[in-house]
Every structure is written in structure tokens, then in C-alpha cells.
């Protein structure tokens, strides 16, 4: 574990990516380097393919770079084994999905409980955490409620509650207003906004939307794999 620099939550260093398919080698990613400080909330927007997706995956430990390094907090997770990095993720990593990504069986607090289940947390004490999560992503009253029975704005809010659940030290959304009609996004958007904001939560937000960049505090523009425009350091 390296000491921790704030100005450096995130630092990708020489990263490429290569898919294979078949005997094809599909480059998704060539010698990118980003350095996002704590506290920040930073959109990537870039055509379909352009690789913002898979950035988005390497920083959150959901796959490794084919060369270069991936530092978050301090700890290089690219070296690390399946099984530490799993526990690095559980710890540090919070994800939100376009599509929401809820257990139609669980109700709303049972579903923001699940990252919980990897931790040594009491049943009682998972069951806390879970409603003020719902509490800070305004849900209280809906705990009972199935996705079934909300709306696609509320899902994705159990969705976020989900992601925070753990106090994660990154917050990676995935087209988190992509499945919305305006006003469902907009709200999902002042949600992330108070969080970055009020928090100090460190959020990763791609998108395609113009407007919804708009929030962040930054907006990099990754084309065939390489930053358009240059990163801050």
C-alpha cells in the first residue's frame, strides 16, 4: 500500500487495453494516463466504442489493464490476485448502472444490503446502514417496496443507495441517467451533485448527455482509446 496522495485518488498511468477476438487484437485503449484528485466529479463522454466504459471497469478493479498500472487510494490494484481484489472492491468501490441492476425478489433495503453480505456486519447492523442510505437518496418511505413497484427514477436511486451503502472512497456511474426520461435524470443528477458536493464523495460519471456533464467539475473526451483533451495534473 503507497501513501495515499489526494491530489492522486486515481492515477492511470501508461494503461493500453487490447481485447482479443478470435486471432483479431482489438485496441480499446492506447497509452492512457489520468490522475483524478479526491473530491472530484469528473464525466467521460466520447463516442460509442471509444473505450470510457472500460476505463470506467479497470479504475473499479472489474478488469486489468493488458499493460500500465491502476493505482485508487493508494494501492496499485492491477497486481493484485482475484481474491484481493475482490475485498479491495467490496471496500472502495461503489457502482451505479444504467439499467439499475436490482434483485426483483428483494425489496428496496434488501437489495441495498446485498454489498453488505461481504462484510462482518450484524443483520441488525446491515439493516441500519441500508435504511439511512435510502434515507440520504431520499427513499425512506419506499424500504418495503419491490423495483417492481417504483419507478425508474426510484430504482436507480436504490441503485445509488446500493453503490454508498459502504461509504466507498469511488463512485463509478455507468450512463447513470441513460435509462431516464429528463426529469427522472435531473434528479438523479442533483443526487450525485449533493453527494460530490455535501459528501466529498470522488464520482466517475460516464455519459453521453452534454447536460448531464454539465454537473461535473471536469469533462474529458476519450476518442479511439486516448484522451482528447488533456487531463489536469
Not at 486515481?10 to 480499446?28: L, T
Not at 493505482?71 to 444504467?98: C, E, K, M, P, Y
Request: charge should be positive; charged fraction near 25%; include cysteine.
Amino acid at each position: 500500500m503507497e501513501k495515499v496522495d489526494d491530489r492522486r485518488l486515481v492515477d492511470v498511468r501508461g494503461v493500453d487495453k487490447v481485447f482479443k477476438r478470435g486471432s483479431e487484437e482489438v485496441h480499446v485503449l492506447g497509452g492512457l494516463d489520468l490522475q483524478i484528485p479526491k473530491g472530484e466529479f469528473l464525466a467521460l463522454m466520447g463516442p460509442s466504442g471509444s473505450g470510457k466504459s472500460t476505463l470506467l471497469n479497470l479504475v473499479g478493479g472489474l478488469d486489468r489493464p493488458s499493460q500500465g498500472s491502476v493505482t485508487v487510494a493508494g494501492q496499485r490494484i492491477d497486481n493484485l490476485s482475484n481474491r484481493r481484489l475482490a475485498g479491495w472492491r467490496a471496500r472502495h468501490i461503489g457502482l451505479v448502472f444504467q439499467f439499475y441492476n436490482l434483485m426483483p425478489v428483494l425489496n428496496a433495503r434488501k437489495n441495498v444490503e446485498l454489498p453488505l453480505l461481504l462484510t462482518k456486519l450484524s443483520a441488525a447492523e446491515r439493516k441500519k446502514r441500508a435504511q439511512i442510505a435510502l434515507e440520504v437518496v431520499g427513499l425512506g418511505h419506499r424500504m418495503g417496496h419491490f423495483p417492481r413497484q417504483m419507478s425508474g427514477g426510484e430504482q436507480q436511486r436504490t441503485g445509488i443507495a446500493r453503490a454508498i451503502v459502504t461509504d466507498p472512497t469511488v463512485l463509478l456511474c455507468d450512463e447513470p441517467t441513460g435509462d431516464l426520461d429528463r426529469k427522472s435524470g435531473d434528479e438523479i443528477l442533483d443526487l450525485l451533485t449533493a453527494l460530490n458536493q455535501q459528501q466529498g464523495k470522488t464520482i466517475i460519471m460516464v455519459t453521453h448527455d452534454p447536460r448531464a456533464a454539465e454537473r461535473a467539475s471536469r469533462t474529458l473526451h476519450l476518442d479511439k482509446g486516448r484522451l482528447v483533451t488533456d487531463p489536469v495534473d
